[in-house]
């Protein structure tokens, strides 16, 4: 069993900074990837970005040059900086942790960008 736990999210105003993070643990032998997804009221989870193994990034064109994600394998930890946040951020944020056979997803944590 693999728990993923997420942490970091909150109420920030709009040109504001949050760094989320995510954390695996358990029966862990082989991570592929981590990555954030986002999920608003009424819309699709959509990717935010991912990071796999070796460093490899994949972000959405939505927060390029706004969002870096990080990844600490020795922690099976990955955390992911947004700055110059905008009201459209406004998610619930999930953490998704890819195994070579299958996939873990943390609960989600709130990001809300309001003035």
């Known amino acids: 069993q693999v728990d993923v736990v997420e942490s970091g999210g909150g109420l920030v105003q709009p040109g504001g900074s949050l760094r989320l993070s995510c954390a695996a643990s358990g029966s862990i032998f082989s991570i592929y990837s981590m990555g954030w997804y986002r999920q608003a009221p009424g819309k699709q989870r959509e990717l935010v970005a991912s990071i796999t193994q070796s460093g490899t990034t994949n972000y959405a064109d939505s927060v390029k040059g706004r969002c870096t994600i990080s990844r600490d394998n020795a922690k099976n930890t990955v955390y992911l900086q947004m700055n110059s946040l905008k009201t459209e951020d406004t998610a619930v944020y999930y953490c998704?942790?890819?195994?070579?056979?299958?996939?873990?997803w943390g609960q989600g944590t709130q990001v809300t960008v309001s003035s």
């Open positions: 998704k942790v890819t195994f070579p056979t299958r996939v873990s």
